[in-house]
């Protein structure tokens, strides 16, 4: 019988990047058997993966689609293939109506990852997306909650979901193969002795604190879609401040560590998964990453607009630009507005060479 296996996140456990992965090698994953469809990706190698080959849109979200299911059981079909592996957070709430529409031996693959991690991870990317303007809560009720927000727990209510679903543990000393790649390619039953490259490239990439803050207050301008992806961009490079911290505070972390492990401690007992005992042991007594408050000096803020002026020059002078329009706006470091208009005085006083066409090159 053929394998349909559809990994369905969840939420900030590596799917973008297990995606992109998937999205470069669907020739070699073929060769080896494999049915992985195309599917867009944006600038960032991000995109919502294989959401369409079984959903459609209805307003805002994705929901189960009969013909859409119905033309990629066909293609699986005429690929030859023996193996279809679909990837997309986007299944998960739909996880249900989608158990019901697949064939019965669909078997849904997630990952689980410490919930102190996904808190953080959820306002980071936050911060990036939505655009958050205010300082991290240290509440598991948070933003997207415990374990990926509500999803998971509708789904595993569903009997036919449940008993066609893995819960995996999304920690790296305990993925088959040592990475995530690996360890799903393992669920998914696919051999990976005919596969190569089995690298996992970081695509959506964390920011520092220094990033992370500017971006926070500069989501408090209307910068528009397009400037918010180059300053995206340009801050996932910014190497300035801690990247590696914590924004949970020590007395919190001990309580919300207590409630995280009595969270996965309910979910492996009310649904019997045993497969996330071994994540709940290692995050036990697992120590918190160096804290930092969220509060840059001057100086601190400075640096990183001299580093968006050294690697995006336009994006610069429109955030400057922008900030001039709206002088009505506060923002949480006040300075930016000087720190912006002093670097663009400093890009103006530096003559620009006038652009040599293609002929003129061919002259010299």
Known sequence: MKSIVVHSGLPKTGTSAVQAWLHHNTEQLASAGVFYPWHYLDKNGISAGNAGSLMERS????????????????DFEASGCHTMLLSSEAFLP???????ALPAHTRFVMYVRDPLAFLESDYNQRVKRIPQLHEFLPDGDAYGGWLGHEHLYNALLSDTARTRSELRPYHSDLFVGGSLLTDL???????????TGLE?????????????EIKRALNALPLGNELNERLDMRLQSCPLGPTSYSLIP????DRLRKQADEELR??????AIDSLEPLRQKLHDLPSRPYCPQSLTEAEVDAVVGHLAKVGKRL???IAAS???????ELPYPSLRDSFARAVATLDAVPVEPRRRWWQRRRS
Do not use: C, M, W
């Not at 020590?250 to 972390?253: F, L, R, S, V």
């Not at 900030?323 to 706006?329: D, K, R, V």
């Open 316 to 318: 610069t002078r429109r």
């Open 323 to 329: 900030l001039e329009q709206h002088p009505e706006i």
């Open 59 to 74: 307003g805002p979200r994705f929901v189960t689609s009969p013909s859409q299911i119905e033309g990629t059981l066909a």
């Open 266 to 271: 309910e979910l492996s007992v009310k649904y």
């Open 94 to 100: 739909e996880l249900p109506n989608l158990a019901e």
């Open 185 to 195: 390619l393992h669920a998914a039953g696919i051999d990976t002795s005919q596969l």
């Open 250 to 253: 020590p007395a919190d972390y």
């Open 200 to 212: 996992l490239k970081r695509v959506n990439t964390s920011y520092s604190l220094h990033a992370l």
